[in-house]
């Protein structure tokens, strides 16, 4: 009986394809199956990230998720993806899985591995995180001896995020889509298109890769 292969989720960082680990980079030129999320039939930014590493002969699955705030679609769509790279994994085959930033961090890998890891093998490549990108390249330090940082999504309730806010001594708002006052504004860190405003200058209608550094402490940018 042939031994099944084994899962990979691979960080890749928030963009920049220089910014992948050795070790993604070596795993994914000898990749004989790859698996990446896409938006609603359009281009995959993970693989787009990868792009120039993938080995032309490898299988390519993708994760086609609908743009939609139901959860259901999302969720059969990681069936539907487990269920492709089950049959690869079965095979003997290993499946590398593409991943924006890291994979456990806000990270749509999670939902296939709660679906695979009881069956497989896996092994996590971390990637640097669209955090640690954007406080780079605004040049802002987060937190400093035993400061905090919280790190909260754009979305929650405005209450919820007050209370956050007047709690931390520094804060990470991801998908933004909204305005706080006293802060840095970052836009597609590490890509060329990459923006860095303060927030009073942010766009009216912020992209999903988006987001806000606010910091309490004595550091003279706020």
Known sequence: MTPAGTLFGIGLGPGAADLLTLRAARLIGAARVIAYPAL?????????????????????????LPMTTDRAPAQ??????????????????????????????????MYLLARLRDRYRVEIVPG??????????AARPLAARNETVTILPGPLP???LARHLRAADAVVVMKVGRHLPRAIYVERA???????????DAPA??????????????????
């Open 40 to 64: 609603a039939g359009g281009e995959s930014f993970a693989r787009s990230i990868a792009a120039g590493l993938i080995p032309p002969t490898a299988q390519e699955i993708v994760i086609d």
């Open 128 to 137: 640097v995180t669209s955090v640690s990108a954007c406080s780079a390249v």
């Open 205 to 222: 209608e912020a992209p999903y890769f988006s987001m806000i550094l606010i910091a309490k402490g004595a550091d003279p940018w706020l």
């Open 190 to 200: 590490t890509l060329g298109s990459e923006r860095i405003l303060p927030l009073s």
């Open 158 to 160: 405005d209450a919820d």
């Open 76 to 109: 059969a769509a990681y069936d539907r993806g487990a269920a492709t790279m089950a049959a690869a994994l079965d095979s003997g085959e290993d499946v590398l899985v593409l991943c924006e930033g890291d994979p456990l961090f806000y990270g749509s890998f």
